[in-house]
């Protein structure tokens, strides 16, 4: 079973990499610690839903869908 924050981990991951940004520059444009996205990404964290919209944002992704 594949937790909820290992599958938006995997999803923030997915969308970073196809737009061929780096952990640097989203962590950046979402003002979150580079340490701390790349453990959103793997999983390890799960992000308050402030964070997670910063990081959509930087991604140009929506939350609402």
């Keep these: ?6 599958a938006v ?7 970073r990499t196809s737009q061929g940004r780096t952990l640097r520059d989203v962590a950046r444009d979402a003002r979150v610690s580079l ?13 308050s839903s402030e964070l997670l919209n910063a990081i959509c944002t930087a991604l ?3 939350l609402s869908g």
């Design 60 to 62: 140009g992704l929506s």
């Design 9 to 15: 981990g995997q999803t923030l991951r997915a969308a």
């Design 1 to 6: 079973m594949v937790l909820l924050r290992e």
């Design 35 to 47: 340490g701390y996205l790349s453990e959103v990404e793997r999983g390890q964290k799960e992000a």
